[in-house]
Protein backbone atom coordinates (compact mmCIF):
# COMPACT_ATOMS: atom_id res chain seq x y z
CA UNK A 1 0.00 0.00 0.00
CA UNK A 2 1.54 3.17 -0.93
CA UNK A 3 -0.15 6.69 0.02
CA UNK A 4 0.59 9.81 -1.76
CA UNK A 5 0.36 13.70 -0.66
CA UNK A 6 0.87 16.52 -3.13
CA UNK A 7 1.86 20.29 -2.53
CA UNK A 8 3.33 22.76 -4.22
CA UNK A 9 0.63 23.88 -5.92
CA UNK A 10 -0.73 27.81 -6.46
CA UNK A 11 -1.11 30.76 -8.51
CA UNK A 12 1.73 31.83 -10.83
CA UNK A 13 1.96 34.03 -13.83
CA UNK A 14 2.79 33.03 -17.31
CA UNK A 15 6.48 32.49 -18.09
CA UNK A 16 6.75 31.66 -13.77
CA UNK A 17 7.92 28.15 -12.18
CA UNK A 18 6.34 26.19 -9.57
CA UNK A 19 7.74 22.92 -8.14
CA UNK A 20 5.47 20.01 -6.91
CA UNK A 21 6.25 17.56 -4.72
CA UNK A 22 4.66 14.40 -3.92
CA UNK A 23 5.18 12.57 -0.50
CA UNK A 24 4.71 8.54 -0.31
CA UNK A 25 4.12 6.71 2.20
CA UNK A 26 5.55 2.85 3.27
CA UNK A 27 8.44 1.34 3.22
CA UNK A 28 8.62 0.28 -0.61
CA UNK A 29 8.72 3.57 -2.55
CA UNK A 30 11.51 2.75 -4.75
CA UNK A 31 9.71 -0.49 -6.32
CA UNK A 32 7.34 1.80 -7.76
CA UNK A 33 7.47 3.62 -10.82
CA UNK A 34 6.02 6.92 -10.40
CA UNK A 35 4.21 9.49 -12.71
CA UNK A 36 2.36 13.30 -12.86
CA UNK A 37 -0.98 13.32 -14.35
CA UNK A 38 -3.18 16.53 -15.30
CA UNK A 39 -6.88 17.37 -15.14
CA UNK A 40 -8.32 20.83 -16.81
CA UNK A 41 -11.93 21.67 -15.99
CA UNK A 42 -13.86 19.62 -18.65
CA UNK A 43 -11.17 17.90 -19.98
CA UNK A 44 -9.96 14.39 -19.15
CA UNK A 45 -6.82 13.43 -17.57
CA UNK A 46 -3.89 13.43 -19.36
CA UNK A 47 -0.07 11.66 -18.93
CA UNK A 48 2.31 14.79 -18.13
CA UNK A 49 6.10 12.72 -16.86
CA UNK A 50 6.71 9.39 -15.68
CA UNK A 51 10.21 8.22 -13.90
CA UNK A 52 11.76 4.59 -13.24
CA UNK A 53 12.42 3.24 -10.16
CA UNK A 54 15.89 4.64 -9.62
CA UNK A 55 15.04 7.51 -11.50
CA UNK A 56 18.08 6.40 -14.35
CA UNK A 57 14.70 7.23 -17.24
CA UNK A 58 12.32 9.61 -17.63
CA UNK A 59 9.33 10.45 -19.93
CA UNK A 60 7.53 13.31 -20.60
CA UNK A 61 4.10 14.64 -22.66
CA UNK A 62 5.40 16.37 -25.85
CA UNK A 63 3.66 19.43 -24.10
CA UNK A 64 5.54 19.81 -21.52
CA UNK A 65 8.85 18.55 -23.30
CA UNK A 66 11.92 20.79 -21.98
CA UNK A 67 9.88 22.60 -19.75
CA UNK A 68 9.29 19.63 -16.77
CA UNK A 69 11.38 17.98 -15.10
CA UNK A 70 10.27 14.91 -13.40
CA UNK A 71 12.95 13.77 -10.30
CA UNK A 72 12.92 11.50 -7.11
CA UNK A 73 14.64 10.79 -3.83
CA UNK A 74 13.50 7.40 -2.73
CA UNK A 75 15.72 7.98 0.59
CA UNK A 76 12.88 10.36 1.27
CA UNK A 77 10.13 8.69 -0.63
CA UNK A 78 9.80 12.21 -2.77
CA UNK A 79 8.88 12.79 -6.27
CA UNK A 80 9.14 15.82 -7.79
CA UNK A 81 7.49 17.72 -10.97
CA UNK A 82 9.63 21.12 -11.64
CA UNK A 83 7.99 23.72 -14.02
CA UNK A 84 9.21 26.05 -16.04
CA UNK A 85 8.03 28.40 -18.24
CA UNK A 86 4.72 27.83 -17.14
CA UNK A 87 1.72 28.70 -19.57
CA UNK A 88 -2.25 28.91 -19.17
CA UNK A 89 -2.75 26.08 -20.79
CA UNK A 90 -0.76 24.29 -18.31
CA UNK A 91 -3.59 25.00 -15.46
CA UNK A 92 -4.94 22.10 -14.08
CA UNK A 93 -4.98 20.15 -11.08
CA UNK A 94 -1.45 17.74 -10.82
CA UNK A 95 -2.25 14.09 -9.57
CA UNK A 96 1.47 12.25 -8.37
CA UNK A 97 0.73 8.21 -8.96
CA UNK A 98 2.47 5.17 -8.22
CA UNK A 99 2.68 1.82 -10.99
CA UNK A 100 3.70 -1.23 -9.62
CA UNK A 101 3.71 -2.68 -12.80
CA UNK A 102 7.19 -4.69 -14.30
CA UNK A 103 7.34 -1.96 -16.63
CA UNK A 104 7.82 1.72 -16.09
CA UNK A 105 6.53 5.12 -18.26
CA UNK A 106 3.17 3.98 -18.89
CA UNK A 107 1.21 7.05 -20.42
CA UNK A 108 -2.33 4.98 -19.42
CA UNK A 109 -4.28 5.78 -16.03
CA UNK A 110 -5.19 2.50 -15.81
CA UNK A 111 -1.54 1.09 -15.11
CA UNK A 112 -1.41 3.33 -11.93
CA UNK A 113 -2.29 1.57 -8.95
CA UNK A 114 -2.18 4.61 -6.48
CA UNK A 115 -3.03 8.37 -6.75
CA UNK A 116 -2.79 11.43 -4.77
CA UNK A 117 -5.66 14.06 -3.57
CA UNK A 118 -4.08 16.27 -6.38
CA UNK A 119 -2.99 19.97 -6.31
CA UNK A 120 -3.98 22.86 -8.14
CA UNK A 121 -1.88 24.97 -10.23
CA UNK A 122 -3.05 28.32 -11.90
CA UNK A 123 -0.96 30.06 -14.24
CA UNK A 124 -2.31 33.64 -15.40
CA UNK A 125 -2.44 35.41 -18.68
Known amino acids: QVQLVESGGGLVQAGGSLRLSCAAS????????MGWFRQAPGQEREFVAA????????RYADSVKGRFTISRDNAKNMVYLQMNSLKPEDTAVYYC??????????????????WGQGTQVTVSS
Open 51 to 58: ISWRGGNT
Open 97 to 114: AANGDAVWGSVQEQSYDY
Open 26 to 33: GRTFSRYA
